[in-house]
Structures are given as C-alpha cells and as structure tokens.
C-alpha cells in the first residue's frame, strides 16, 4: 500500500507533518518519502499546496517515487493504488507512471476537465489519488467505485487530504467513493472558501456501484438446480481466474526474501470464499512459489472463564477459524501437492489485543464502534502475519515465521454478490425471490459503503497491500447482471444437490475443484471466527461507541 497526503495551505512555508502521521504515512510506503511543493499562482493568490508521498513498490522493475511528476507541465500525482486496466487495456510496468501519463494526456486537451474526468474512470482496479493538474490550476482527488483505498479529508485553516489521520485523531471524514471529486484552486485566497464538485463515477444513475445493471428477474416456474454443469459455475472460474491473474502474477520478490519464498499470502479463516481464491492462485502461480495461509486467533477472557479446565494454547486451537482453517489447509496440501503451502498460525494473547487497542483506535477512525474495534483488530493481527509457520499438517513441523508476502488476499464480497449470509435465507423464507432480490440488490449498491477504508488503514500499517479478487469490477459487473437463481439455489434446499443453497455456484466450483469439504463450510463472521467480539462481556453490543 502506499501513503498519500496533501494539504493546501494560505502561508508559504512547507507543511509539517506531525511526527506521528509521518510514522503512520511511512508504515504504509516504507519503499520511498517523498513530497513536492508547489505556489499555485505567485503574486496572485497565496495559495500553496504540499504533496507526499510513501511508496509500497508492487509494480514494475524499479520503484517508482512518488509524488509522480510531469516535467513538461509540472501536475503532480499522488499514486495509492492498483490500475489493472486502462481504458480496457492491462498495464504493463509501473502502474502509477501509466495513470500520470494518461492524466497529463487528458489534461493538454480542449475542455480537459471532462478528458481527465474520462480518464480517470477508465481506471479499472483499487485505488485513492490525488491529481494536480497544474496548468489548469485544479486539484483531483477520490476512491475507486468500491472504495478498496482510504483517503481521508480535514477541513480547517487548511484543507488536508489524506490516507490515515493524526493522532490523536480529530475532524478527518472519509473521502466518499461516490465519484470523483475536483477544486478549482486559482481565485481563492483562503484554503476555506475551496469548493469540492463532485462527479459520477457513471452518468447512468441505474448502475449499481457505478458498475453494472442489477438483474432483478424473478422465475416464472420452478427453476432447476443448480449443478456442477451449470454454466454460471463454469463462468465464475474463468472470472475468478482473470482476477486473480492480475492479483497474484508478478510480484515483486520482497526485499530479503528468495526466489522460493511466499510473494503472496491468503487472509485464511479455511471458509469457502478465501480457500477458493488460494485453490485457484496456486493454479496461476509460478510452482517454485510458496503460499501462505495466515489464520489469526485470539485469546477471549470471556470464553476462557467458561472452560477453565482448558490451556490458552487448547483454546486456541479450538477457536472456529483455527478449527475450519487446518481442515481446510489439509485439504489444500492433498488437493494440490505440489504447492509449497505454509500454514501460518497467529495466536494473539489479551494482553497484546490490549497493548494496541489504543493505535487500532486510531487506525480506524473515523470509525469508532466495538464492532469495527473487533474485525478491524482481527484483520490487523492477520496483515502483521506473524506467528507460528508450518509447512505440513503435524503440529511438531510449526516454527517461528512472519510471512514474507507483502500482497495479501481476502475473500470478501462473496457473500454480498453471490447472497451468502443468513439473512438472504430469511428474505427467501419470508418473501420468496421478490424479497431475496431486495436483499441481494441492497448488498451490492452497499459494497461500496463497506467498510473497506477502514481495512485498509489497519492492514497497510504493515507494509501490505490487502487485494480482493471477489471486487474485481468485471467479476462484479458479471455477478450483478446474474439472475439470482444463478447464484444461490434457496427454491431447491435439499433437492438435486447436497450443498447449502448460500453462495451456491461459489460450492459448486469449490466441488468441481476437488474441495469437497471447504464447499460444505457455513458462513462465520471473522470477529466471531476469530473471537475478538465480545471479549470481556457477552451483553456488550457492536454498535456502542468506544471509549478511548
Ligand atoms: N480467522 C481469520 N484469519 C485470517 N483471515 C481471516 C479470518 N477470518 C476471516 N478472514 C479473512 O477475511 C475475509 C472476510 O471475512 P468474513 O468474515 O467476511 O468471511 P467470509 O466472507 O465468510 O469468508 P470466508 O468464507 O473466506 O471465511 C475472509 O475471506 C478471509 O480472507
Ligand atoms: N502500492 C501502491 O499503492 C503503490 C503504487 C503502485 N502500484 C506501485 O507499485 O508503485
């Protein structure tokens, strides 16, 4: 991940970073610091802008420093992101030169707002940045579509930008990911009269998330099962395959590490969603490559005080995710034997949940409830990948490991594109598909809501970039335009197929992959899989606010 910051201010002098937000901005981009100050229009507005940022290299032969400038019109990019397409095409090489050469293309036209606009949204892939076009005197700012990237914004004596806040942490809001967002930055004298306009990420107001035309066709007979034959099974791998393509293929070897070692690691609670995505990069990956499997448990005081006659380390091992996480990791090692797959075990005492629950308080915020604390703690422990590794099923071969991947994968979206979650079976118990289809259509047009800016800002603290094959735009725009019945399976419970009617085509793939067991795994929450919610009471409830 990378760190990007800016800030407009009214006083010539550079913007200081405080010492603590550098820390955080150099977490995230350990590769490269660096900024680029610009006067807007000397003599005619005071107006001056201080651009930073750190860079995590995941592209390309060389590190491309950042802010990216253009010499011949002096616009400057700040770069937190992945394009894996351009205007339909895969980039080649460093990705956040390709953008600024296509921004500052865009920007020598006639009217070149609404090219830059243009191509901008020809981006497919996660991103947040921060455009200055400098000939037009214009600032560019936002999130992809599904809001994979953080980006915050301050207003005040000065208008701040940036991918994590200061600590302590006060005034930041999320950027939304509703569009992208412009100022015009000449005629202004004071960083408080800045205007932001925003702009559609898609004029056709019926898309959801910006990106596809949600089928809500209803079955006019009863429809047949769902089956391993069914072609939407055949298409959901070829989808999944072409995004994982571009996720796990070339990557660069991490500094220190070996040709051999892991350049990638899953987010590995065993469920369905993540042990498909490890079943199918070990498809697409280099053979000598490792992969890890990360699965993080947590001791709960609560949980330990109801089963006394247990050790800290049984009850690790009893937590749901470990439990379904070595199922699934042995069944990966008979699927696929020629992999070199390390199961990384992450035990995280109390005591430490304690000892960074006031930065996670800050990683998070904006957010500031018990439940983001929990899945955001979860997913901060696993990012860190530090634990015990171990390379085959018995216990005795674990070791002392932290992962050397710097790309992470998580399977999130499943469930909101393929209706896996429980109340999807209730929409369908009570209403039938027109309720189903409610349901499901709401998930969508929520993804980009989610609370992926959070996520982000708790993983990349370690130097990782967290990837999501399930939110590639095409594999959405492809489930969105399924008929639900192509998805989950709730009219034939129990008939023509063993499997659960929940995420349904996702079962059948994982079947017809030779993953008989993970294709049967219920759904569980990460914060109840890995016991981080309710650690001290049972009656405490996600939505309380946290207490500093
Ligand atoms: N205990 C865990 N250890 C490591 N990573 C986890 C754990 N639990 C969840 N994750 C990661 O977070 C992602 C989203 O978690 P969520 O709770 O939504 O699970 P899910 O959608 O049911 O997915 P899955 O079926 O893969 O468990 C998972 O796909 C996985 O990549
Ligand atoms: N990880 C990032 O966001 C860095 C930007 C760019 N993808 C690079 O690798 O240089």
Same mark, same amino acid.
């Given at each position: 991940?990378?760190?990007? #910051?800016?800030a407009i201010s009214?006083d010539?002098?550079r913007h200081?970073?405080?010492?603590a937000?550098e820390r955080?901005?150099r977490n995230?981009?350990?590769? #490269?610091?660096?900024? *680029?100050?610009?006067q807007?229009?000397?003599g005619?507005?005071?107006?001056?802008l201080t651009l930073?940022?750190t860079v995590?290299?995941l592209?390309?032969?060389h *590190?491309?420093?950042?802010?990216?400038e /253009?010499a011949?019109?002096?616009?400057?990019l700040?770069?937190?992101?992945?394009?894996?397409?351009?205007g339909?095409?895969?980039?080649e090489g460093?990705d956040?030169?390709a953008?600024?050469?296509?921004?500052?293309?865009?920007?020598?036209n006639?009217?070149?707002e /609404?090219s830059?606009?243009?191509?901008?949204?020809s981006?497919?892939?996660?991103?947040a940045?921060?455009?200055?076009d400098?000939?037009?005197r214009k600032?560019y700012?936002?999130?992809d579509?599904?809001?994979?990237?953080?980006l915050l914004?301050?207003?005040?004596d000065?208008?701040l +930008?940036s991918?994590?806040?200061e600590?302590?942490?006060?005034?930041?809001a999320?950027?939304e990911?509703d569009?992208c967002?412009?100022i015009q930055l000449?005629?202004?004298?004071s960083?408080?009269?800045?205007m932001p306009?925003?702009?559609d990420?898609d004029?056709n107001?019926d898309l959801?998330s910006s990106?596809?035309?949600?089928? %809500?066709a209803?079955?006019? %007979?009863?429809t047949a099962?769902l089956?391993?034959?069914?072609?939407?099974v055949?298409q959901?791998?070829?989808?999944?395959?072409q995004s994982?393509q571009f996720r796990?293929?070339? @990557?660069p070897?991490?500094?220190m590490?070996?040709t051999?070692?892991?350049?990638v690691?899953? +987010?590995?609670s065993g469920?369905? /969603?993540?042990t498909v995505?490890a079943r199918?990069a070990?498809?697409?990956m280099?053979?000598?490559?490792?992969i890890?499997l990360i699965?993080?448990a947590f001791?709960?005081p609560?949980?330990?005080s109801?089963?006394k006659n247990l050790?800290t380390?049984e009850?690790?091992e009893l $937590?749901p995710?470990r439990?379904?996480g070595?199922?699934?990791f042995a069944?990966?090692?008979t699927v696929c034997?020629?992999?070199q797959w390390?199961?990384v075990? @992450?035990?995280?005492?109390?005591e =430490?949940?304690?000892? #960074?629950?006031?930065?996670?308080?800050d990683?998070?915020?904006?957010?500031?409830t018990?439940m983001?604390l929990s899945?955001? $703690?979860a997913?901060y422990?696993?990012?860190?990948g530090?634990?015990?590794?171990?390379?085959?099923s018995?216990?005795?071969?674990?070791?002392?490991?932290?992962?050397?991947a710097r790309?992470l +994968?998580s399977?999130?979206?499943?469930?909101e594109?393929?209706?896996?979650? *429980?109340?999807?079976?209730?929409?369908?118990?009570?209403s039938g598909y027109?309720g189903?289809?409610?349901e499901l259509?709401?998930?969508v047009g929520?993804?980009g809501?989610?609370?992926?800016?959070r996520?982000?800002? @708790?993983?990349a603290?370690?130097s990782k =970039?967290v990837?999501?094959?399930? +939110?590639?735009?095409?594999?959405?725009k492809? %489930?969105?335009?399924l008929?639900?019945w192509e998805?989950?399976d709730?009219?034939?419970q129990?008939t023509?197929c063993?499997l659960?009617?929940?995420?349904r085509?996702?079962?059948?793939l994982? /079947?017809s992959l030779?993953?008989?067991?993970?294709?049967?795994?219920k759904?569980?929450?990460?914060?109840?899989? %890995?016991?981080?919610a309710?650690?001290?009471?049972?009656r405490?409830?996600?939505?309380?606010?946290?207490?500093?």
């Amino acid at each position: 991940m990378c760190g990007i #910051h800016a800030a407009i201010s009214a006083d010539a002098g550079r913007h200081q970073l405080s010492p603590a937000l550098e820390r955080r901005l150099r977490n995230r981009g350990p590769d #490269h610091l660096g900024a *680029v100050e610009v006067q807007l229009c000397p003599g005619e507005s005071p107006l001056h802008l201080t651009l930073t940022s750190t860079v995590l290299s995941l592209r390309g032969d060389h *590190v491309a420093k950042q802010p990216l400038e /253009d010499a011949e019109s002096g616009s400057v990019l700040c770069w937190n992101g992945e394009a894996w397409k351009l205007g339909g095409k895969p980039v080649e090489g460093n990705d956040g030169e390709a953008v600024l050469a296509l921004l500052t293309a865009a920007s020598r036209n006639l009217g070149s707002e /609404d090219s830059v606009l243009g191509a901008l949204r020809s981006i497919e892939g996660p991103f947040a940045f921060i455009f200055l076009d400098k000939r037009a005197r214009k600032l560019y700012y936002g999130r992809d579509r599904l809001g994979r990237r953080s980006l915050l914004l301050k207003r005040g004596d000065e208008f701040l +930008l940036s991918s994590i806040a200061e600590a302590p942490a006060v005034g930041w809001a999320e950027v939304e990911a509703d569009g992208c967002y412009t100022i015009q930055l000449d005629g202004q004298s004071s960083p408080k009269e800045l205007m932001p306009i925003r702009h559609d990420w898609d004029q056709n107001k019926d898309l959801v998330s910006s990106i596809g035309t949600f089928n %809500a066709a209803i079955p006019t %007979a009863t429809t047949a099962p769902l089956n391993s034959q069914s072609i939407s099974v055949a298409q959901l791998r070829d989808h999944l395959m072409q995004s994982l393509q571009f996720r796990v293929l070339n @990557v660069p070897r991490p500094p220190m590490a070996e040709t051999s070692d892991a350049r990638v690691a899953v +987010l590995f609670s065993g469920g369905l /969603d993540c042990t498909v995505l490890a079943r199918i990069a070990s498809d697409i990956m280099p053979p000598g490559q490792a992969i890890d499997l990360i699965n993080v448990a947590f001791e709960n005081p609560r949980i330990a005080s109801q089963n006394k006659n247990l050790s800290t380390a049984e009850l690790y091992e009893l $937590c749901p995710d470990r439990v379904t996480g070595r199922k699934s990791f042995a069944e990966l090692l008979t699927v696929c034997p020629e992999r070199q797959w390390r199961f990384v075990t @992450v035990n995280v005492p109390y005591e =430490e949940t304690c000892a #960074h629950r006031a930065e996670l308080i800050d990683l998070i915020y904006p957010h500031n409830t018990e439940m983001d604390l929990s899945i955001a $703690c979860a997913l901060y422990f696993a990012a860190r990948g530090q634990g015990m590794g171990q390379l085959s099923s018995e216990l005795e071969a674990a070791e002392s490991y932290s992962t050397t991947a710097r790309v992470l +994968l998580s399977g999130l979206g499943a469930d909101e594109l393929f209706g896996g979650y *429980v109340r999807h079976a209730t929409a369908f118990t009570r209403s039938g598909y027109p309720g189903l289809i409610d349901e499901l259509k709401l998930d969508v047009g929520r993804l980009g809501k989610r609370n992926l800016g959070r996520d982000d800002r @708790v993983m990349a603290h370690w130097s990782k =970039e967290v990837r999501f094959p399930y +939110l590639d735009e095409s594999l959405v725009k492809w %489930a969105i335009e399924l008929p639900a019945w192509e998805k989950c399976d709730f009219d034939n419970q129990g008939t023509g197929c063993d499997l659960e009617p929940e995420k349904r085509v996702l079962r059948l793939l994982a /079947d017809s992959l030779g993953m008989h067991s993970v294709a049967t795994e219920k759904k569980r929450a990460i914060q109840f899989g %890995a016991r981080t919610a309710k650690m001290e009471s049972g009656r405490v409830k996600g939505t309380t606010l946290l207490l500093p």
